[in-house]
């Protein structure tokens, strides 16, 4: 685990450059109060030795604390890494045995206790930290008033890329979520399926709406810059524990996270899909293991039987 | 790019420490105990009783069944008792115990190194003499060959797969083999590619062994139907259904033999065997085995009478290393931890090693985190984890359903999980369970 955390410096570094030296206080609270809440509860509750050095609920830390706006209040934090690892991990029975995606469950917690704060954005410090909107808000309405209207707010692609837009902590640099996800598909620790078909079906999604009506949908690489798109595919989805253990498995997974990002996207009533996508996901991991079986040996074989 | 088998496999450091230990024959000691059952199958019945003299090559066991194997002295002496011994598992089985007097061969063995090419026998003839010398195959298996080459009515043969891949790190008895023997050995690959009335023969070799390779793609360009594939290394290549998939990429289909797909497989020291025996009359009676270590002072390739004990063969390559922690009969991946050290050299000895401590520990087991990496090495693309989870709740029929008995023990899902889970422990319980209740199925 203690890999997937090297993977997020970048973006740990990109989050600070942006957002500025609060952006360390919540990447903070995030990870101490996840390991403190993981290590309490084995040594006081469960009586187990306490194997925080594994190093993941650091990993949890970080992704719930990218997850999140920068203006947050702190004790904020705390709670969310504390419903993460508390209700999103340990009562399933610790590691390996939850079946959300724990920063995604701490992340769903706040959103829902704490609207207001969690949708507090705030523009990178070039443009001074003042509260903006992301991207993704910007085109919330883009059907009604039409792209053109909007179109002078939006950032352009580079900003996009390198993660000069509003939006949470982590998740606005796509540069640095690539070059963590490379260094992740370099050492083998997650399969470069998932965040391919997860990205490839959204654009694809998205894609056919702006196919179809370019002057009301933004096009397939916004959405695929856009929002938590890139952090989810290479970073949440990606979770071992709460993803498919086939192959296969994990390509449907990835698609059906794709399409419900898009589809949340563009008929939901909020903007941003690809937390919900992916939780919703995980919870047909256990379908999707038992009706996707890997290949076998000689497959060929097996039909010609049947 | 050379051929492998295209999915699952592990890449395990090969640590063929022994690899440029030339074969040397390891002497005859005072006592050789000789199992009667060496083999897959039905242990052969004795016909020696306490008190008679035999000499080396001389019967002393016969088939009992269809599949059985006979078993021959491998020395000459004095039949001392017929008792227990233990195998490498620590199952007690009944052997043949022989005070050694000289080294006197039995009439017809002729132990010259002479080169005997020219195959005179027939099909018949040939498999009906690997049938008499005993012959097993010697990667480990221990099946009896002369099964092998009884082609089940309604399939035929085109193609002989010989196994020189040695994939198992630490082993170089193969190797060795087919450096040193490699003339003896292309004319055993003759005679079984002629048993088995194909007119191919490919010699499967890892690209390890490149000196192998080499010399052995010599060696066979005087014979029209045999060839040398290099293949990509990746264990467990020497399996059966792997090997067959890698040299001819034909897919043995599940719960089949290879010869479903026109194959069957051998093993280089196989072949070796099958050479003395038709060509020179000799039984399987000696063979090579690889004794290694990392903290053994000379790790070797010995040539050992059958019943001669493991302590006599470590003694040989300079006794046991003050940290050895486990002693393996066979390689790393595919071997048993054994626990006595006075048990017997059998005809499927490929290795004695000697594991430090470090290296003994099993990992303390923890939970399964779903990495997925079991599933993704597992050659037969099972699911070790559900597998194991399946055993550990004696759910015998969803193990079945989902394909425990495709499991050919290969044990890269444990070796690659990072929690240290004994997956395939708990995968051989099921197989077990599963064909006990085939079985009980079947008879009622
Ligand atoms: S399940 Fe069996 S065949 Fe598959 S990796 Fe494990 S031991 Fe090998
Ligand atoms: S390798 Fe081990 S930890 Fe990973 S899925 Fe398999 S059993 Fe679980």
Redesign the pocket.
Known sequence: MWAVSIALIPAFVASVTFFGPRALAVLAVGVLSCVLTEAFIQAFMLKKPVSVSDGSAVVTGLLLAFNIPVSIPLWMVAVGGFVAIGIGKMAFGGIGNNPFNPALVGRAFMTTSFAAPMTNWRLPLVFDGSTGATPLGIIENAASTGMSAIQSELPGYFDMFIGNIGGSLGETSALAILLGGIFLIARGLIDWRTPVFFLGSLAAFTGIFWGIAPESYADPLFHVLAGGAMLGAWFMATDMTTSPMSRNGRIVFAVGAGLLTGVIRLFGAFPGGVSYAILIMNALVPAIDSHIRPKRFAQGALHEKA | MSKTFPM?GIHPPDTKISAAAPITPLAIPAEVVIPLGQHIGAPAEAIVKAGDKVKAGQLIAETAGFISANIHSSVSGTVKKIDDVADPCGYSKKAVYITVEGDEWAEGIDRSSTLKKEITLDREAIVEKIKAGGIVGMGGASFPTNVKYMIPEGKTADTLVINGVECEPYLTADHRLMLEYADEMLVGVEILRVALGVEKAVIGIEENKPDAIKLLTEKSAEYAGITVESLHMQY?QGAEKQLIKACTGREVPSGKLPIEVGCAVNNVGTAYAVYQMVQKNQPLVERVVTVTGKQVSKPSNFLVRIGTSYAACIEAAGGLPEDTGKVISGGPMMGMAVADLSIPVAKGTSGILMLPKAESVRPEVEHCIRCGA?VS????G?E?YL?EKFARADKWDQAEQRAAT?????????YACPSGRP??DY?RIAKGEINNRRRARASQ
């Open positions: 699952g467990p079991c090495v597992c050659p037969m099972l070790p597998l495709d499991c050919m023990e290969c044990g890269c899902c444990s997956l395939l995968i």
